[in-house]
């Protein structure tokens, strides 16, 4: 059973950098697309961006899109977000997710089936 497990949020001013890390243990996630969501508060959660299982194809909400870097490490079995230029609308809760075995890359929350706990990004003005 695989497990996800975010980690690398935190506090940052406007235009500062982080990078998340979403490691999974149980089994591999080389053969899932894997997604980033986000939900900031008083919204509905929303989506961030994707990489296909292949490695060969990403995906960014159009707010992101310039900013935000999706990059996979199968050998680490960790999938990364590199959130650069960082502005306070981007504050939310993150959450990565994992598609069922060798399924497309989606924006949609319902096409992944594992998801990890979330960690806090907070970006000040």
């Known amino acids: 059973q695989v497990q996800l497990a975010e980690s690398g949020g935190g506090l940052m001013q406007a235009g500062g950098s982080l990078r998340l890390s979403c490691a999974a243990s149980g089994r591999t996630v080389s053969n899932r697309a894997l997604g980033w969501f986000r939900r900031a508060p008083g919204k509905e959660r929303e989506f961030v961006g994707a990489?296909?299982?292949?490695?060969?194809?990403?995906d960014y909400t159009d707010s992101v899109k310039g900013r935000f870097t999706i990059s996979r490490d199968n050998a680490q079995n960790t999938v990364y977000l590199q959130m650069n230029n960082l502005k306070p609308e981007d504050t939310a809760v993150y959450y990565c997710?994992?598609?069922?075995?060798?399924?497309?890359?989606?924006?949609?929350?319902?096409?992944?089936?594992?998801w990890g706990q979330g960690t806090q990004v907070t970006v000040s003005s």
């Open positions: 997710a994992a598609a069922p075995i060798f399924a497309g890359r989606s924006r949609s929350a319902l096409d992944y089936n594992i």
């Open positions: 990489i296909s299982w292949q490695s060969t194809s990403t």
